[in-house]
C-alpha cells in the first residue's frame, strides 16, 4: 500500500474511533444528566417487583443524601428563595442564602425520612413507573396521576401517598422550629404539601419524557457528526 493511501485509511479508522468516542460521551452525559435530576425510577419495558428492605433503604440514601441532584434542587429553591426574600427576617447575602439553603436542606431531610418509614410500613412503593403506554396525553396523565396514586405491595393495586404527602407535611411541621417565628405549623405543613403536588408532577413528567429528549440529543449529535 502506497504512503497515500495508508494515510488516508489510518485518518479514515481515527475519524470512526473518535465519531463513536464522542457518541459514547453525549450518552454517558445524558444519562449523566437524567440521573442528576430524577433519581431512580421504573423504566417501561421493565416489570414492578416489591421492594426489599435493603433496597428501600439504598433509595432513601441515594435520594436523600448520596446524590448531588439532591442538593442541587436545594441550592436552586434556597435561591428563589433569596429572590422572593422569604423568610423576610432572615438577611440578604450569602450569609442569608446558607440560612435558607440549611432550612431548605433540613426540611427536605425531614420529610424524606418521615415519607421513608411510612412507605416502608404501608409497604408502598416509592419509585416512579413510567407508563406503560403511548400518546403526550396519556404519558402526561399518567405522570400527574403518580404524584397522588402508588402500588402497595402488591405492585398492582393503586392507593394514596399517605406516606409521600404526610412526610411533606410533617417536614413543613418540623421546619418551624428553625424559622423566625411567630410560625404556624400547620401553615407551613399545608405549604410543603402544594410545594409537592407541584414539584412532584413537574419530576414525573421529567422522568416520563426524559427518553424522548435523550433520543433527540442523541439524534441531533449523531446528525452533527455527519455533517
Same mark, same amino acid.
Given at each position: 500500500?502506497?504512503?497515500?493511501?495508508?494515510?488516508?485509511?489510518?485518518?479514515?479508522q481515527?475519524?470512526?474511533?473518535?465519531?463513536?468516542?464522542?457518541?459514547?460521551?453525549?450518552?454517558?452525559?445524558?444519562?449523566?444528566?437524567?440521573?442528576?435530576?430524577?433519581?431512580?425510577?421504573?423504566?417501561?419495558?421493565?416489570?414492578?417487583?416489591?421492594?426489599?428492605?435493603?433496597?428501600?433503604r439504598?433509595?432513601?440514601l /441515594?435520594?436523600?443524601?448520596?446524590?448531588? !441532584?439532591? &442538593?442541587?434542587?436545594?441550592?436552586?429553591?434556597?435561591? %428563589?428563595?433569596? #429572590?422572593?426574600?422569604?423568610?423576610?427576617?432572615?438577611?440578604?447575602?450569602?450569609?442569608?442564602?446558607?440560612?435558607?439553603?440549611?432550612?431548605?436542606?433540613g426540611?427536605?431531610?425531614?420529610?424524606n425520612?418521615?415519607?421513608?418509614?411510612?412507605?416502608?410500613?404501608?409497604?408502598?412503593?416509592?419509585?416512579?413507573?413510567?407508563?406503560?403506554?403511548?400518546?403526550?396525553?396519556?404519558?402526561?396523565?399518567?405522570?400527574?396521576?403518580?404524584?397522588?396514586?402508588?402500588?402497595?405491595?402488591?405492585? /398492582?393495586?393503586l392507593?394514596?401517598?399517605? !406516606?409521600? &404527602?404526610?412526610g411533606?407535611?410533617g417536614?413543613?411541621? %418540623?421546619?418551624? #422550629?428553625?424559622?423566625?417565628?411567630?410560625?404556624n405549623?400547620?401553615?407551613?405543613?399545608?405549604?410543603a404539601?402544594?410545594?409537592?403536588?407541584?414539584?412532584?408532577?413537574?419530576?414525573?413528567?421529567?422522568?416520563?419524557?426524559?427518553?424522548?429528549?435523550?433520543?433527540?440529543?442523541?439524534?441531533?449529535?449523531?446528525?452533527?457528526?455527519?455533517?
Open positions: 500500500m502506497n504512503p497515500v493511501a495508508q494515510t488516508r485509511r489510518v485518518t479514515v481515527a475519524a470512526v474511533v473518535t465519531g463513536r468516542l464522542g457518541e459514547k460521551a453525549v450518552v454517558k452525559a445524558r444519562d449523566w444528566e437524567s440521573g442528576w435530576f430524577t433519581g431512580v425510577f421504573v423504566p417501561k419495558d421493565q416489570p414492578r417487583t416489591a421492594l426489599t428492605g435493603e433496597q428501600r439504598e433509595y432513601y /441515594e435520594q436523600t443524601l448520596a446524590t448531588p !441532584g439532591a &442538593y442541587t434542587k436545594r441550592m436552586f429553591a434556597a435561591g %428563589i428563595d433569596q #429572590a422572593r426574600g422569604s423568610p423576610s427576617q432572615w438577611q440578604g447575602g450569602f450569609g442569608g442564602y446558607g440560612e435558607r439553603f440549611a432550612s431548605r436542606e426540611q427536605f431531610i425531614s420529610a425520612s418521615l415519607a421513608a418509614l411510612g412507605n416502608a410500613a404501608l409497604k408502598y412503593e416509592v419509585r416512579y413507573d413510567q407508563c406503560q403506554c403511548s400518546g403526550f396525553l396519556r404519558r402526561t396523565r399518567h405522570a400527574i396521576a403518580r404524584n397522588f396514586l402508588t402500588y402497595n405491595a402488591s405492585e /398492582e393495586h392507593r394514596p401517598q399517605l !406516606g409521600l &404527602y404526610g411533606s407535611f417536614g413543613g411541621l %418540623i421546619s418551624t #422550629a428553625w424559622k423566625p417565628h411567630p410560625r405549623a400547620f401553615a407551613e405543613g399545608g405549604r404539601m402544594l410545594g409537592q403536588a407541584a414539584y412532584g408532577t413537574l419530576l414525573n413528567f421529567f422522568i416520563e419524557f426524559a427518553g424522548d429528549i435523550n433520543r433527540k440529543i442523541g439524534a441531533k449529535s449523531r446528525e452533527a457528526q455527519v455533517h
